[in-house]
Every structure is written in structure tokens, then in C-alpha cells.
T-cell receptor, first 110, second 118 residues
């Protein structure tokens, strides 16, 4: 069985500060991992995905994530937060089935 | 541009009524999915399809049904709507990946349908 946990249902950062959203997964097969972003009243949009080509994955809007097999983690980072980054972020794993984490709401304070 | 659309975007209905939510994609994807999103539960899979005439139950399929008569559409039907089915519903699709590996490709999401059952 696969599962995804996201530490912190709500994260607040100041504009210009580092963004770190945590994701840990479990999977019985080599996983493909994804980060999605959801802006209010919209569907989910893909930020980036890991498909075993490289452990450090760069995505849109300046986000990146690093796959660490030993830690079963796929944390999302951005060096400098912008007000427009305020949204809900979902980590997902795809192996036997596509499973989403519960989401982390990111607030960016001026 | 290819896209995935859902209709209606908002729907209010009464308990016991049958409701159908439409999902249409022009990606020519084989795989289509229905999720519901509720506060505190994230996204939960209702039904999914890997091709025409193929349908499968997801985590929370009770009270819902789907049918896949063509590649583009996967309508979701609530046979007898209940207040517990008040939610935001998302449709998604994905294509086949390398060597037909369905897990390789990301899912593309529609804008969602907000359903209220009174």
C-alpha cells in the first residue's frame, strides 16, 4: 500500500523567506512523485514531478524538490517566497495507485 | 490547446435526486479519474477508468457510478444524492507513459464542480 504524509497542514512564511514544505511517502514499488498546487476555487496544477531521471527536480515558479530514497522524502522548496505563492500544496505518489497527501496551506505574510 | 472541462461548475440539488456531473477531456488520454475534495480529507478517489468500457471503484465509491462510452467523457452519477455528498468534485485525466506504464504520467485536473445537496 502507498501513502503520503505532509508535515504541517498550514505553513506561514514572510515574503522573501525560504519556503519548505515537507512530504514523506511509503511505497512498495519504486515511486513516481509529484507536487501539485491549488489556488482558491481552481483545480490542481502540476508544479513538478520525479520520475527517477534526477533526484533534484526543478519545477515552475521557482520551486524545486529533492528525492531522498533513504529518507523516503520529497520536500518542496523555494528560496524566496512571493505573495502569489499563497495556495494549497499537495504531494502525491504514483506506483500501484495515485495517492495524494492531505495538503499544506501556505500563507505568505507581507 | 487540449483541456479538461467540467460542467456544471456549481450545482444545488435536493436529497434523493439523481445528479450527473460531466467531465470532458480533449487530451485523448486513456485514463480518467473522479475525486472529491473535502476539508480535512484532501482528495479522495471515487472512480477511475483506464479506457473505453473500463471502470473501477476507488476509495469512496458508494453512492456513485460512472460509465465510459468514449475516450473523451467520464460522467459521474449520484444515484440518490445525500447531504454527505456535498463536496467539490474534480475530474482528472492522464495518458500512458513509457511502455504503457500508467504510473509515469501526471494527472491533469479540471476546474472542479461545487455540489451542494440540501
Amino acid at each position: 500500500a502507498q501513502s503520503v504524509t505532509q508535515l504541517g497542514s498550514h505553513v506561514s512564511v514572510s515574503e522573501g523567506a525560504l519556503v519548505l514544505l515537507r512530504c514523506n511517502y511509503s511505497s512498495s514499488v519504486p515511486p513516481y512523485l509529484f507536487w501539485y498546487v491549488q489556488y482558491p476555487n481552481q483545480g490542481l496544477q502540476l508544479l513538478l514531478k520525479y520520475t527517477s531521471a534526477a533526484t533534484l527536480v526543478k519545477g515552475i515558479n521557482g520551486f524545486e524538490a529533492e528525492f531522498k530514497k533513504s529518507e523516503t522524502s520529497f520536500h518542496l522548496t523555494k528560496p524566496s517566497a512571493h505573495m502569489s505563492d499563497a495556495a494549497e500544496y499537495f504531494c502525491a505518489v504514483n506506483g500501484q495507485n495515485f495517492v495524494f497527501g492531505p495538503g499544506t496551506r501556505l500563507s505568505v505574510l507581507p | 490547446d487540449a483541456e479538461i472541462t467540467q460542467s456544471p461548475r456549481h450545482k444545488i440539488t435536493e436529497t434523493g435526486r439523481q445528479v450527473t456531473l460531466a467531465c470532458h477531456q480533449t487530451w485523448n488520454h486513456n485514463n480518467m479519474f473522479w475525486y472529491r475534495q473535502d476539508l480535512g480529507h484532501g482528495l479522495r478517489l471515487i472512480h477511475y477508468s483506464y479506457g473505453v468500457q473500463d471502470t473501477n471503484k476507488g476509495e469512496v465509491s458508494d453512492g456513485y457510478s460512472v460509465s465510459r462510452s468514449n475516450t473523451e467523457d467520464l460522467p459521474l452519477t449520484l444515484e440518490s444524492a445525500a447531504s454527505s455528498q456535498t463536496s467539490v468534485y474534480f475530474c482528472a485525466s492522464s495518458g500512458l507513459g513509457l511502455a504503457g506504464d500508467v504510473s509515469y504520467n501526471e494527472q491533469f485536473f479540471g476546474p472542479g464542480t461545487r455540489l451542494t445537496v440540501l
